[in-house]
């Protein structure tokens, strides 16, 4: 219940007044930001809507933290993992600011030494938010009425609590309609498991190769 509490938690300093524009870099396929920690100096932190915020261990003992909390997490491959999550007095990017906020501590450097966190969809859930991987930025908007760009397709979505208030929409393959995430961290263009695999008519297991079902 705690746990829950933790990731349930949080708000928003203020919302934005104007839009607020964020330059961003590419790393692959990552947006990475410049964030703080209850004041820190500057971390670079990679922008997954398919994740809760995380900290790496090592930046991770150098802060203070409210309250924490070990406890099982399921990733967004299904997988359990016991991980330390605790409650960030403010995250910052900008003048963009989430008090309260849980996170999860996770050794990243393992994964790249360049990353410090992840800012995920829980601190990203109290705002209007414009990724842009073209032009390298991450736009916090102020008005609630968005104009659509040229050529661009306006969707539903909901957020997933499941996994960290995720962007969730439905999506139809082969007439299947199943709740697909929008994991902007994952490495594949999509993965789906077997049980929907199984359902498509033109697929069976004998004939998938190269695949990493879930």
């Known amino acids: 219940m705690k746990t829950v509490s933790m990731i349930r938690g949080g708000a928003a300093e203020s919302m934005p007044i104007h839009d607020e524009l964020i330059k961003a870099d590419l790393m692959a396929h990552l947006l990475t930001v410049k964030v703080r920690i209850n004041g820190s100096q500057d971390l670079n932190f990679m922008i997954d809507t ?27 491959s299904g997988n359990n993992k016991d991980v330390s999550l605790v409650q960030v007095d403010k995250i910052s990017l900008g003048n ?17 030494p360049d ?14 938010v414009q990724l842009d991987y073209q032009n390298k930025s991450v736009k916090f908007i102020a008005d609630a009425k968005i104009d659509e760009l040229d050529g661009s397709m306006k969707m539903s979505m909901w957020k997933n609590m499941k996994f960290g208030f995720a962007p969730t929409m439905k999506c139809e393959i082969d007439k299947v309609t199943v709740d697909c995430m929008v994991d902007t961290g994952h490495a594949a263009v999509a993965s789906f498991p077997l049980s929907i695999m199984d359902k ?5 297991r004998s004939r998938l190769t190269n695949v990493n079902p879930l």
């Open 50 to 76: 398919g994740s809760l915020t995380v900290i790496d261990e090592q930046i991770a003992k150098k802060l203070t933290f409210k309250q924490s909390v070990t406890n099982q997490i399921v990733d967004s």
């Open 96 to 112: 963009i600011s989430v008090h309260d906020c849980a996170a999860a501590i996770v050794d990243l450097k393992r994964f790249s």
């Open 115 to 128: 990353i410090d966190g992840i800012l995920g969809s829980n601190f990203l859930k109290y705002f209007i």
């Open 200 to 204: 498509l008519l033109h697929f069976s």
